[in-house]
């Protein structure tokens, strides 16, 4: 069974930093896109930043020069670099990754457990 199991969040001041990182184990065949959502209270879910396969990033704009997205592929791991974090940064991340677990090029989406991310002094 896959899973997907995130790292790296808690407590920070304004202006710090923080390193997020997403870990996929289970048996699968291969993973293509990977990513970072975020979603804090009374709102919906955002999507943060994505990075393929390829290496190929995207951002939000509210991000911007201040999270780095990367991955390792024979670590099957994500990572989100943050930064300048400020007060409206907090909010719940949670990674994703399109999994192909069959080999046949159907890829299903797959999303980790959430780990608070708190920006405060």
């Known amino acids: 069974q896959v899973q997907l199991v995130e790292s790296g969040g808690g407590l920070v001041q304004p202006g710090g930093s923080l390193r997020l990182s997403c870990a996929a184990s289970g048996s699968f065949f291969s993973i293509n896109a990977m990513g970072w959502y975020r979603q804090a209270p009374g709102k919906q879910r955002e999507l943060v930043a994505s990075i393929t396969k390829g290496g190929i990033t995207n951002y939000a704009d509210s991000v911007k020069g201040r999270f780095t997205i990367s991955r390792d592929n024979a670590k099957n791991t994500v990572y989100l670099q943050m930064n300048s974090l400020k007060p409206e940064d907090t909010a719940v991340y949670y990674c994703?990754?399109?999994?192909?677990?069959?080999?046949?090029?159907?890829?299903?989406?797959?999303w980790g457990q959430g780990t608070q991310v708190t920006v405060s002094s």
């Open positions: 994703n990754a399109r999994i192909d677990e069959s080999g046949y090029g159907v890829f299903v989406t797959y």
